[in-house]
């Protein structure tokens, strides 16, 4: 089996499981405290990736906030943040967004063949384009980032981001951040695609670890057996 990193999925959701709302402002699902907590997690590992959709929804900038956690990583000899990593399906990326004009960082964005040259025509200079097959290969994803020196991985989201990794039996440990509200609208995006898993109780996750933020609570799940995909994983389109 191909060495690849130790993988960090990172999710905040409603009570109800949804990630979002339908508006066009990203939905607030933590606190500051929790906050801190997922800017210490960024700040001990070598990249954060993040799905293209998420990107052209919420711009975010990736960046690990504390002062403090920059400089503790300059003096282990790394950048002040993570390298950035996206996948992508279509090259429907705009370099001016904050994921590629912030931090002094690679940027990594994995195409499928089909749109390979389009991300390079695209994002030229701001980006390092890797081409990862048609359907997009995962493991071979893991595998040149553990080549780069990525040696353990946060992924953020979204929707199809996180259905991906944990279809294709890649994840190592899930940081699950509840908070203390519904959504209830069936036009926003759930922490999973609808139908992506069969009814598996035989297969639960542990739980590692409960803890109450202020309002929100951190369930730390790890794997008791990896997930067996019932046909090979692709990337679907590309909500937040």
């Known amino acids: 089996m191909a060495k690849r990193p130790y993988v960090l999925l990172s999710v905040a ?9 339908a508006s066009d402002t990203p939905l607030a699902l933590s606190n500051e405290a929790d906050f801190d907590r997922v800017d210490e ?3 001990g590992c070598d990249a954060i990736l993040v799905g293209a959709g998420t ?7 990736l960046l690990v906030r504390s ?5 503790d990583r300059v003096l282990r000899g790394l950048t002040e943040t993570p390298l950035k990593v996206t996948i992508t399906r279509d090259a429907d990326l705009d370099p001016g967004r904050r994921f590629f004009s ?10 499928t063949s089909p749109c390979a040259d389009k991300a390079r025509d695209r994002l030229s200079g701001v980006a390092t384009i890797v081409d990862a097959g048609d359907p997009l290969d995962l493991p071979a994803v893991l595998s040149d980032l553990s080549a780069r020196g990525v040696t353990r991985l946060m992924v953020e989201g979204g929707q199809a ?5 944990l279809t294709s039996g890649l994840v190592d440990e899930l940081h699950l951040v509840i908070a203390p509200f519904f959504v209830g609208d069936s036009r926003a995006a759930r922490f999973i695609t609808d139908g992506a898993f069969p009814h598996n109780p035989a297969n639960p996750l542990r739980l590692a670890e409960t803890r109450p933020i202020g309002d929100v609570v951190l369930l730390r799940y790890l794997p008791t057996a990896p997930s067996i995909p019932s046909e090979p994983p692709h990337l679907p389109d590309e909500p937040r």
Do not use: C, N, Q, W
């Open 13 to 21: 959701m409603s009570i109800d499981g949804y990630i979002d709302d």
């Open 55 to 61: 990107i052209r929804a919420d711009d975010p900038r």
């Open 161 to 165: 981001v996180h259905t991906l990794f």
């Open 67 to 71: 002062p403090s956690r920059r400089a």
């Open 102 to 111: 912030l931090g002094d960082v690679e940027k990594i964005v994995y195409a």
């Open 41 to 43: 997690v960024r700040a």
